[in-house]
């Protein structure tokens, strides 16, 4: 798998969570999982327990949110 088409699923998939105005906190590579049985791979986001829903054009201030109470599994963008 090459580093361009990681990168370019794995800002696919942020975006969406972006666009439902989530930010996800927690990134790192324990919390992308790999689908296998596509070609390319897909991958999908885990744990969302520190995530926040913000609203566009207010201030953030992280050390006063709560984390976002759903568990989400946001998967790839579709391409076609």
Same mark, same amino acid.
């Given at each position: 798998?090459?580093?361009? +088409?990681? $990168? +370019?699923?794995?800002?696919?998939? $942020?975006?969406?969570?972006?666009? +439902?105005?989530?930010? +996800? ?11 296998? =049985? ?10 969302? =327990? ?16 709560? =984390?976002?109470?759903?568990? $989400? ?8």
């Amino acid at each position: 798998m090459e580093a361009k +088409h990681f $990168l +370019h699923e794995l800002l696919s998939i $942020l975006k969406r969570v972006h666009n +439902h105005n989530i930010i +996800h906190r927690d990134l790192k590579p324990k919390n992308i999982m790999i689908r296998r =049985g596509s070609d390319p791979p897909s991958f999908v986001l885990l744990d969302f =327990g520190l995530a926040i829903q913000f609203t566009p054009d207010v201030s953030f201030h992280p050390t006063t949110q709560e =984390g976002f109470p759903i568990a $989400l599994l946001i998967t790839q963008v579709d391409q076609s």
